[in-house]
DNA sequence: ATTCGCCTACCGGACGAACGGTCAGTGTAA
DNA sequence: TTACACTGACCGTTCGTCCGGTAGGCGAAT
């Protein structure tokens, strides 16, 4: 094969794209550095030269998956103000990650226990990930300060959010029945409600800060565009 | 080291338990068999010997899990006939697993997304989870018929349930300050008020549901034992 | 305009380690 | 004598990593 190299353009993007992909199908101990290089038609050791190591090429993935949800939720708070609409846009924004940046999220989810505990890269992604947790978690303090939430345990509230949202992955087909957006609106009004009391009174306003959610994060700069339905 | 060798005492069983120890601390990739012959003062061959391949090493404690898992859930069936305090023992059970039936709950919930798409031993797994998936929709969906929960989607509200439920071993920490019938306590509650719609008269009926159901699961014939708090 | 050195992407073979798995043989209880 | 848990040397493969070398674009010096 005649590898045709466009001059100065790396393949560092393409390479580190292949390799999400494979750790979200594989996972990343069954993920090979020859099989990428194969795929790429790019030699082995072109990939340890841009990365170094392959533990660094997973802190990469993870660091950007990072990086998006971020982007994400400071928008987010940017632009909602009540704890309602913003909780049901985090609900929304994880769900959508599922389909949006798919590779990236299984990737993320599936290994991210790897920095569980300590050694190596592993303290700059523990601090996201609490970062993130306690963004969350402040939101329903918030709710429960201005009365809008009842919730005795904002942590466990919070666990209770990402479980629902972070274990889609299992289970989620983007050519599934369910649109993310029907899946999203399901769970937040099934969370909203509960932490609302469920007050009759506030089914109306539970719908209503779910369609604002999603209208505001799908509005969110640099978004990833939906991923087009697979063609195979 | 002596290895002193009970006569006639297979040591099966043993390697099973730390095989499921380790593939719950590293995955079941970054598990080598090596390691755990050392651990056990066996050789490789003995653990070959016993059970052919890594991968049936691992269908095995998949499938002991979820006889557990079953007989637990028929035992909820049996002794509870309402579909509050039936759903309310389901998570329960799921999080008591996460203390009572540490490795293997958490070496399943790593690595059951490789019997997701086809091939080898997947088949027999994963009509078991459909199988489990579909007792606790029928437990919602009696629930909806008799009029006592409210939901759109059976289906979407178990997905729920499973993600609250099995994402915990991400966060769980026996050692940690809420006991799991605290942790189970709050998300039944969460719950089942959302599929009960949350009138006010039905506080004091998830309640009672909820300690009914921790005392029947307690009760489950052959339970495994509450781990003792690690020592180190 | 040509030459030069430098930077960087990339190659591809070699490496040592570790892996899962094999197999002929051993010792002991039944 | 049979049955079986178990050994330990061994095999083929694959892994991540290393490293000397190549090629081409580019800015600076000539």
Redesign the pocket.
Known sequence: MV?V????????D??LRVFAEHVARKG????????I?TV??????????????????LHEVHSAYYERRFAEAEFIHRELDDPLTQLAAIVYALLAAHRDDRAATIAFLREFVRYAEGGGLSEELRGRRIEYRDMVVAIIERGVAGGVFHSSDPGLSALHIFGMCNYAWTWYRPEGAKSIEEIATFFASDVLLGLCGARSESLTDVDEAISTAIATVIRTPNRLPPEPPAAS
């Open positions: 590898t190299r466009t001059p100065r353009a790396s393949s560092r393409d390479i990343y101990s069954d993920t090979s550095l020859s099989e290089a790429l038609g790019l030699s082995k050791g072109t990939i340890v030269h841009h990365f170094g190591n392959k533990e660094r090429m």
